[in-house]
């Protein structure tokens, strides 16, 4: 019987090794998968180079794992924002490798990571700072990028609902990242809010199939933080 | 006498703006004044609002006792949904940005090109490590690019330039610039004055901005 | 408010212009539009590029718009195929132009098309026949094909529900082409099986949004016909 | 005596793939014998069959009474679910072949070459009419290709060759070749036998095989 269920973080966590590139899913604190996070930091795997949409705030999740040295190279389409301070720090050193990515490009990326397509053109970031030692192409007269998959030796993934064979359902915006993280994983783990029976996820509702999912841990940490600005 | 203006309110300025937004074009704002613009589209008149973050069909922000912690727009700003809205991952979020299918995308800017294009991410061409966003992907997908910004930085400095000095977001993008002296749109031949501010004289526009300006 | 129903398929096949390319969804009959080609040999529009799994079977719908000589070029993944009677006459004659694909790379050329990715590399075809002529590169010690997006002036789209924004839902096996073709039209049409009050189709279900679609019109057609093999 | 033994029915072949098929897989399988090594999984196996039109967990064939028209496979026979299955649209299903996370497809073949190349789609170099389909996507895509074909054609002409004569589906994909005469891997050394029908002579086997065999 198939069931990708891990009754721990830890156990979870397992087997990721220095230098590992992992990826992040989440958007603004929604569908972050800061537990598996928490757990990455606990696990100590170092030299990571980690992908996610920003460089981390405040001093909790991707911020903390950067703000513990053990990020050699973010990818990431925000590192200087409101909060980005443990990042500020280590970038100002000099002891962490930043690259900057347009999000819809950082998006794609991932995408074909997942999807198998090794490289892309795209219009994003034609005649701009990002095409800069990039090869670059004219077509249909606007200037294009080429731009590569980004792939996970590990991915982490935050969901609504799983069930045992990894099929996953994603909550409001908390979508975001997750599914394409997800596919884009040679070791994709998930922390899920809800166990689903197998069957009760149905062929029309799931986003994730399983077949993209390596080890589920189910983690109730309820609502993501109310934030008004 | 010649001071006899105002400059149009940040709210005035986002009204001005959903004014000429009609009905059923599909509209994506950018963080700051554009997202004010979707308050000031009534509600009656359907205009449905995407999120990069993967909604189409978004509404305004929640009732404090019905706020859904889940439900953000990309300026991670709570939000409500219209009926007849649904979600999409990150990659079919901008695939839908990229490819053209937005009628409009309403950005905050900090310089604008009589070419049309337009810098809006970062004031210096050597700070390496800023936030680029989703900016990039809505100026090169969007059918229109309008820009909202103030016509001069605090200080004075100009904004309507005929070359842009700060890195490029997109190149040639912008369609019409809404500031809050004047209604700007960017042509074959440059700058045109759709609007201004009731009373303000064109010479004293045109002395706050780089480029030349023609009237409409 | 927005209505995006047209009241006849007739109305909503209008403006379709000589020369266009045409997408059209749908894989072994199912989710295959057939009441908008009907719409499309009946509407009159020639010297077409149609874009579509395969050239056709038997003597109707694709294969029946080949017949009778409205189709410049196909471009699918099946062109000789058991039942391609109306293509094999055609193309004997020299009368139609024929670009074959991998069915993977037809559909990643379409979602392409939608998604603003002008070109892609693919290894699907590299170091096959499929390679001739087009671009390629050694990615990863693989050898990889420039793909082109495909974009359609028209697109045709079969559904199972629709509603007045043109949110569609699609059933079981019927999915396939239809929501990547529904994003790569510059106009899209689709006939839907139901029609959906506005909200009936939730946030969650919807496959696609409506902001991909131009004309719906209501074809309860009923059933797929079942082959027995 | 030399002639004291039998090729594999279609049946048999089905089963002696299957056989070698562990719990937890996610298996494509193609057109011809392949599709039928579904049927001979025990249904106590969880084996995750996916089809290219866009299913992940697809079941048996289902009773009359409980067809599904809507519901088919990329061979375009009628099908069922597994309790757990999924849809999805043609480019992420593709997405999901090409990218890597089928443990394995089964695959019908033309011919085999002794590093690994794949011809299954063709049997012409100047037919420029055929059918391509998914094979070339499968092919890339899946971590292991079996390839599952009569070890001679009809006419006896080779089909497990030094080089394949056919245009080729992918160049060095082919793991493992299931033939009604035997079971051959293909190595960095070549092929190499794991396994005969019972009491068939190797040289035998070699005689109907164009490019050299090894014992396993």
Redesign the interface.
Known sequence: ??DKFVRSVAEAMAGIKDGATVLVAG?????EPRALVDGLIEQGAKDLTVVHNT?GRGREGVARLIGEGRVRKIIC?????RGSVL?EEV?ARGAIE?E??????L??R?????????????????????ARGKETRI??G???VLEQAIRGDVALVEAWRA?R?G?L????????????VA??GTLTIVQAQNVAE??E?T?????T????VDRVVHVPSG??????? | MAGDWKPWTREALAARVAQDIPEGWYVNLGIGIPTLVGNCVPPDREVVLHSENGIVGMGPAPAPEALNPWLVNASRQHVTLRTGASYMNHADSFGLVRGGHLDLCVLGGFQVAENGDLANWSRSQTDNAPAIGGAMDLAVGAKRIWVVMEHTTKSGEKRLLRRCTYPLTATGCTKRVYTDLAVIDVTDKGFVVVDTVPGLPFDELQARTDAPLRQA
Chains 1, 3 share one sequence.
């Open positions: 019987m198939i958007f603004a604190q929604i569908g460089a389409s925000f590192a200087r924002s990042f970038y930043l900057m990515v347009p999000q819809g490009t998006a794609e991932i995408r074909a990571g997942g999807a198998g397509i090794p490289a892309f053109f795209t219009p994003t970031g034609g005649g701009t700072l990002v077509i249909d606007r200037e294009c069930d064979w099929n359902v994603y909550r409001d915006a908390g979508r975001n990242f997750n599914p394409i596919a884009a197998l069957g996820l062929p029309e509702m799931i986003v199939p399983g077949i993209y609502d993501p933080p109310v934030v008004i600005s």
